[in-house]
């Protein structure tokens, strides 16, 4: 949509500030009601410098869309944000659990950007945004119960049980990345050993890949990564295939427990590499029918997330609207 077109026509509409905070970069939209992104941009999150030079980032963004919104004549609603951590049970405060970003714990976060903005702020956990906005708008659209695994840097999830998020007591539960899935295994930035998120995320797949080729002296001239990886293992590359296929035992393993204990209709994948293709998707299905229950899994679908670095936002204004 173009917004120039707006304010010529005399129209007023309702938008909201939608934010996803990474550890990498801040990505911001004006969006409407109905879901329709009228602006949107990307700044660097600063998230390994301080919590002041984060917040700074946040107030830049709100402050670029607060000027577009200003010369269209739209009204702002609010300012929704997904955040990395856990959000307390008033969507006001960050209580901690957000290893990418240094200090970002015992935040009033939503009073914060209140007070510096003058506009209603609202919180919640960037991975139950984002599952929040695939269950209404993307891959999920039209079901009730719904599991959401964004795998990336980390593994960050949502439950959505009768069309709303589930959170557990005091909005704390819900950590899926960090169920324990090897009892005696490696160490988690958690404080825990052996989680899901070290041994299926991107960060563990390429970590992986990269300890072996250092082992077995292979070298490359471009960055090692989820992007590179995949490349390689439809070359036909033993190594990469190794790592992909055991990338995708421990994610289906983990995806296996939670078809157990949920049953639910759909199982979303996000994260850059349910964007690699179809076959992606296909290995972690096999892997995860093979050994969830019979009776659990006859009515659970595992499929790729649709709204891409979308959800994020999307998700966030519906905290508002």
């Known amino acids: 949509m173009d917004v120039s077109d707006l304010g010529r026509k005399g129209v007023t509409m309702k938008v909201a500030i939608g934010i996803d905070l990474g550890g990498t970069s801040v990505k911001y939209a004006l969006i409407s009601k109905e879901g329709v992104f009228l602006f949107q941009g990307k700044l660097p999150s600063y998230a390994d410098i301080s919590v002041e030079a984060v917040i700074s980032q946040l107030l830049k963004a709100i402050d670029e ?22 959000v307390d ?20 976060l939503a009073d914060r950007i209140e007070e510096e903005t003058g506009l209603r702020a ?22 009730s119960h ?28 819900t950590e899926l990345g960090h169920v324990p899935l090897i009892a ?23 970590k992986r890949f990269a300890t072996r080729c250092q082992e077995t002296g292979i070298s490359f001239d471009e960055e090692i990564n989820g992007h590179l990886i995949v490349k390689r293992f439809h070359e036909g590359d033993e190594l990469a295939i190794a790592c992909l296929n055991e990338h995708c035992f ?22 850059g590499l349910s964007e690699a293709g179809d076959f992606y998707i296909d290995k972690v ?19 790729a997330a649709q709204l891409g670095n979308n959800a994020g936002c999307s998700g966030a204004v519906s905290l508002i609207f």
């Open 65 to 86: 869309l607060r000027l577009v919104a200003e010369k269209q004549g739209l009204v702002i609603e609010g300012i929704g944000i997904g955040t990395p951590g856990i």
């Open 89 to 108: 049970d008033t969507n006001r405060i960050v209580i901690g659990g957000a290893e990418n970003i240094v200090g970002w714990e015992n935040l009033p």
């Open 122 to 143: 609202q919180l919640a956990n960037d991975a139950n945004v984002m599952g929040l906005a695939e269950a209404r708008y993307g891959a999920a659209k039209g079901n």
């Open 146 to 173: 719904v599991v959401f695994l964004t795998v990336g840097t980390g593994i960050g999830g949502a439950v959505i049980i009768d069309g709303k998020l589930f959170n557990g007591f005091a909005n704390r539960g």
């Open 184 to 206: 005696d295994g490696e160490p988690c930035a958690c404080g825990s050993v052996g989680c899901l998120e070290t041994y299926a995320s991107t960060t563990a797949l390429v």
């Open 250 to 271: 421990y994610l289906g393993r983990g995806i296996a427990g939670f078809i157990n204990i949920f049953s639910p209709q759909k199982i979303v994948i996000g994260g």
């Open 285 to 303: 299905s096999k892997e995860a029918f093979k050994h969830a229950m019979a009776d659990t899994k006859v009515n659970t679908e595992i499929m």
